[in-house]
């Protein structure tokens, strides 16, 4: 498994130059790289969270499933914990921000590659949970946090973002045991592989129009790096180990929590009228030092499993 992360790793590492160069080359653009974000987000990854529940039915799937919620709500519970005792107000600080870019990962950006890559349709089938468990939050407490006020209307759209409304297709045709035609399933599938290199390619774009050498600077930086990138996903992979979960579950969960900071705080900094110039800033550095971190997590995380299990 260790050689599989670290291979993905990699190629993502790879791909993000890949990225970078395609930027500076004016091969993309930043309204193209905005389309291409849009694409892989409203329809390749739900495309690919669709075909993950094209699976035989089994109870012990569903069991699973139900435990994984329970796996993301303490992935949640830690990160919520790290990042309001970790991150203190203080006036001229960008507190929000910075909370929110510790507590939401871009799970699905970066999650569904590697957890692809590792297990196949089984993570990805056990990612689902966690990407409700985010989707929920993140239009509801992050949008309160991001414009000071309650809002129903975030909360709306929860239910129709593309990743649930492909979670509540792909639950339908999963539990009324409805199998796709060979010939849209593999057309699905086609499309289904470009959310790597997509993914990454958006992200090495993204991260080469920050001022990067400015932004490696500053020691805040850091900090939440720390905390984001090690704190949190190595406080839930201990929580974790003190329960005798599935494998293939807990892994999936801890890749999700390990993810580097959500790319839709810049989104909604740009929407409220905060500073996205310093989430977009915390957005590409996380996201650089993640090809390092996470595969390093999960590495340690398979040697403290195999120690005390």
């Known amino acids: 498994m260790a050689i599989i992360v670290l291979r993905q790793a990699v190629m993502m590492f790879l791909l993000i130059l890949l990225g970078a160069f395609c930027f500076k080359a004016h091969i993309l653009t930043q309204e193209s790289t905005k389309q291409i974000s849009a694409l892989v987000l409203k329809v390749v990854n739900p495309i690919v969270i669709l075909l993950a529940y094209q699976r035989e039915f089994k109870l012990a799937f569903v069991a699973n499933l139900g435990w994984t919620f329970v796996l993301s709500a303490a992935a949640y519970a830690v990160s ?3 990042a309001y005792l970790g991150i203190r107000d203080r006036e001229g600080r960008e507190t929000v921000i910075e909370r929110f870019s510790c507590i939401y990962s871009n799970c699905g950006f970066m999650g ?3 957890v692809n890559a590792m297990f196949g349709e089984d993570g990805v089938f056990y990612l689902t949970a966690f990407l409700i468990c985010f989707n929920f939050l993140v239009w509801s407490h992050g949008v309160m946090q ?4 309650r809002s129903l209307r975030s909360l709306v759209r929860v ?5 649930i409304l492909a979670i509540a297709a792909g639950m ?3 539990f009324c045991r409805i199998t796709l035609p060979p010939l849209l399933h593999d057309t699905l599938s086609s499309v289904g592989e470009l959310n790597t290199p997509l993914a990454m390619l958006v992200a090495g774009a993204t991260i080469i129009q920050t001022d990067l050498p400015a932004v490696l600077r500053k020691p805040r930086v850091y900090y939440i790096c720390l905390i984001k990138l090690l704190v949190i996903p190595l406080a839930a992979a201990g929580l974790f180990l003190l329960f005798p979960f ?5 892994m999936t969960v801890l890749a999700a ?14 929407n409220y009228n905060r500073n996205a ?14 090809v390092a971190t996470m595969p390093g997590v999960m590495v340690l995380y398979e040697l403290m499993e195999a120690g005390i299990r």
Not at 159 to 163: E, F, G, K, M, V
Request: glycine share 4%; net charge negative.
């Open 277 to 290: 110039a310093y989430a977009s800033e915390l957005f590409g550095v996380t996201t650089l030092f993640s």
């Open 146 to 149: 991001m414009s000071g006020q």
């Open 172 to 174: 339908v045709l999963f």
């Open 246 to 250: 599935d494998r293939t579950m807990e």
């Open 112 to 114: 569904i590659p590697l």
């Open 257 to 270: 929590c390990a993810a580097p900071s959500a790319a839709i705080c810049t989104m909604q900094c740009i």
């Open 159 to 163: 239910l129709l973002s593309p990743a």
């Open 80 to 82: 919520f914990l790290a």
